[in-house]
């Protein structure tokens, strides 16, 4: 059996992988390595990292959860916190006003005039990056009046600007909200709309799509490639979305546990990857052509390591003996309509009637309410034991708002959310706090989901205790020690806490958190929106698995119409505060009625090779335009 030294790097095409005639790049990364210290040593998280960016082309960066991506990210913008630390390497960055300097040894005065101006990053959290206490508006202007000297006035008019161009609903008041008052998906227009500000040299995204919509998205992906084609910005591209990178990428960097692992040009690493870690990363997406399939294969399936780090190729990949085969279209259907016949006889675990949730909007001196935003319009459906709901739509049409309203973390205007045969609008306090424990909800945000002074066991251990669950704290870190287990970390995970963990990472600690309580629906607000390809079949496979065995139901709300085929029996699409499409899987995507449901289904980046080629053709279409 063929080995594949760890330190070994595939690479395609020319030697410098580079599509543009250019001898210079605008950033050249050379043996980076950034460590943590930890009780048990130092881990070494980036390791001897080396690569180019040129001016005008987007260099995608993808790997796993932890596999230091958005460590090697934070290293060159030199905001890698405590208890890392860059431990050696060159950035060398081609700056305007400065000439060539290294990035990892620039003073830090003269770091503030490349960072926010000539280089700029997208952060992962919106939620986190941006300051609670100042207005969107403001923050975004702060950079113009920094960077840009020009007067407020104008900065304000030029963040309203920004706001329109990362569309932004209602600009003008979106400049006086507060992070708080805006959706997920908004937050990260707005940390991109900042990025974007003083028109960047090199732009750094990190994971700057993954709770965006497809439609947003694809409008972000658009605006981020004419940021690329009108200034000549080059673009470092971080995520775990490949069908993403197949859109907007010229070249692809895959990195794996700190080292590069394969790198080429787009069409070649996805058409004939030659590493067997990145075949798992192509195998483990849920495909919008795919039918319907049981489970879904992951890295693990593809590749093994000896005890020296070396890694081996596995012959026969488990997927293709212990996974279902994908059906043909016709049978597909028969096992989808015979679920929702099995689900039609039982009796529904969670009926919504007519749901409102109405948010006033008031004027004058005594904030007199004169109009609301219908954020729930009327909303009414039903949820079976055992079955899972997706729920779909745009950033700002009520998705989050419904699943928090239904556990009333936001009180309903109107409507009834009865639960196990009890209206839970009408329960007490303290009835609502009981009823809980068999209805949980997984949150958009894992980082603002965890208490930061909590160990993460602790945090799993603490409705345990709340709802009085097992005899003990010996029984129940037994049984958080099964759930981080079952989630795919590890039992050392338990005493740490959430900073030390990837976003990934955390999100798995957040859904093993749900599980605690047994319970027998779990709201799923965005839940794998966070995780890379593998750790997301992980987790999907795994909420298949509580569904089969445990009955347990499931109210999936995403973005990613692409899991939404994949995991759900039935999906609701929502626009504007009301449900305009439902149906199963294979009616909305076979033959959507609506136009909006169509829109959904268009923007999703397919992936394919004949797409690949096509964006590509246009990329360069388009480069050789404004060339000219």
């Known amino acids: 059996m063929p080995c594949v030294s760890k330190s070994f790097t595939f690479t395609k095409g020319n030697d410098t992988l580079s599509p543009l005639s250019t001898p210079t790049p605008i950033l050249q990364v050379k043996n980076l390595e950034a460590l943590f210290s930890t009780n048990h040593g130092s881990v070494k998280a980036v390791d001897k990292v080396s690569f180019e960016v040129y001016p005008g082309e987007t260099v995608a960066l993808v790997g796993e959860s932890g596999s230091g991506k958005?460590?090697?990210?934070?290293?060159?913008?030199?905001?890698?916190?405590?208890?890392?630390?860059?431990?050696?390497?060159?950035?060398?960055?081609?700056?305007?006003?400065?000439?060539?300097?290294?990035?990892?040894?620039l003073p830090e005065k003269q770091l503030q005039q490349v960072r926010g101006?000539?280089?700029?990053?997208?952060?992962?959290?919106?939620?986190?990056?941006?300051?609670?206490?100042?207005?969107c508006g403001k923050q975004v202007a702060e950079v113009l009046l920094l960077h840009a000297g020009i007067s407020k006035k104008e900065a304000r008019e030029r963040v309203v600007h920004l706001f329109e161009r990362v569309r932004l609903p209602k600009p003008e008041k979106l400049f006086e909200a507060y992070p708080h008052e805006i959706s997920g998906g908004q937050q990260q227009r707005v940390m991109l709309a900042m990025a974007m500000a003083c028109k960047p040299a090199l732009l750094i995204a990190d994971e700057p799509t993954s709770s965006l919509d497809v439609t947003v998205q694809a409008r972000i992906l658009e605006l981020i490639d004419e940021l690329r084609v009108k200034e000549n910005s080059a673009v470092l591209f971080i995520t775990h979305d490949l069908g993403v990178v197949a859109e907007i990428a010229d070249r692809v960097l895959v990195m794996y546990k700190g080292r590069l692992v394969e790198q080429g040009r787009v069409l070649d690493v996805f058409t004939s990857p030659q590493h067997p870690y990145t075949k798992g990363l192509l195998a483990c997406r849920p495909k919008l052509s795919a039918n319907y399939q049981i489970v879904l294969p992951t890295v693990s399936d593809f590749l093994q390591e000896d005890?020296?780090?070396?890694?081996?190729?596995?012959?026969?990949?488990?997927?293709q003996s212990s996974f279902t085969d994908v059906v043909n279209e016709s049978s597909w259907t028969v096992t989808q309509t015979k679920r929702e016949q099995e689900n039609k006889q039982k009796p529904p675990l969670l009926q919504v009637e007519n749901l409102k949730v109405y948010f006033p909007i008031r004027k004058g001196f005594f904030s007199r309410t004169v109009d609301h935003v219908r954020a729930v319009d009327g909303v009414s459906f039903e949820v079976h034991a055992?079955?899972?709901?997706?729920?779909?739509?745009?950033?700002?049409?009520?998705?989050t708002t419904l699943g928090r309203a239904l556990l009333r973390l936001i009180e309903p205007t109107a409507g009834h959310v009865i639960f196990q045969g009890r209206d839970l609008v009408s329960l007490s306090a303290e009835e609502l706090r009981k009823s809980r424990h068999d209805f949980q909800m997984v949150f958009q945000d894992p980082y603002a989901s965890l208490n930061p002074m909590y160990p993460v066991g602790e945090a799993i251990m603490e409705p345990m205790r709340v709802h009085k669950l097992y005899k003990n704290d010996r029984e129940r870190r037994a049984k958080a020690l099964q759930l981080l287990d079952k989630v795919g970390?590890?039992?050392?995970?338990?005493e740490r806490y959430p900073h030390e963990f990837?976003?990934?990472?955390?999100?798995?600690?957040c859904i093993a958190r749900a599980l605690a309580l047994q319970p027998k629906c779990i709201i799923c607000?965005?839940?794998?929106?966070?995780?890379?390809?593998?750790?997301?079949?992980?987790?999907?496979?795994?909420?298949?698995?509580?569904?089969?065995?445990l009955g347990i139901s499931f109210l999936f709300i995403t973005h990613d119409l692409s899991v939404a085929k994949y995991l759900s029996d039935r999906i609701l699409v929502m626009h504007k505060g009301k449900v305009v499409e439902s149906g199963t899987p294979e009616q909305l995507f076979l033959n959507p009625q609506q136009d909006y449901t169509k829109a959904l289904i268009d923007a999703i980046p397919k992936g394919e090779p004949g797409d690949i080629i096509a964006a590509q053709e246009k990329r360069e279409a388009i480069k050789a335009g404004v060339m000219r």
Do not use: W
């Open 70 to 105: 958005s460590v090697t990210s934070l290293s060159l913008m030199r905001l890698l916190d405590k208890p890392g630390h860059i431990a050696g390497g060159k950035a060398i960055f081609q700056s305007k006003q400065l000439g060539e300097v290294d990035l990892l040894q």
């Open 117 to 135: 101006n000539e280089i700029s990053m997208v952060f992962q959290e919106p939620g986190t990056s941006l300051n609670p206490v100042y207005t």
């Open 307 to 319: 005890v020296f780090g070396n890694i081996f190729e596995k012959k026969e990949q488990a997927h």
């Open 386 to 399: 055992g079955e899972t709901l997706g729920l779909v739509g745009e950033s700002g049409c009520g998705k």
């Open 489 to 494: 970390l590890l039992p050392e995970h338990f």
């Open 502 to 509: 990837s976003g990934g990472q955390r999100q798995r600690v």
């Open 525 to 549: 607000d965005e839940a794998v929106s966070a995780l890379d390809v593998s750790v997301q079949a992980q987790i999907l496979n795994l909420l298949n698995q509580l569904k089969h065995e």
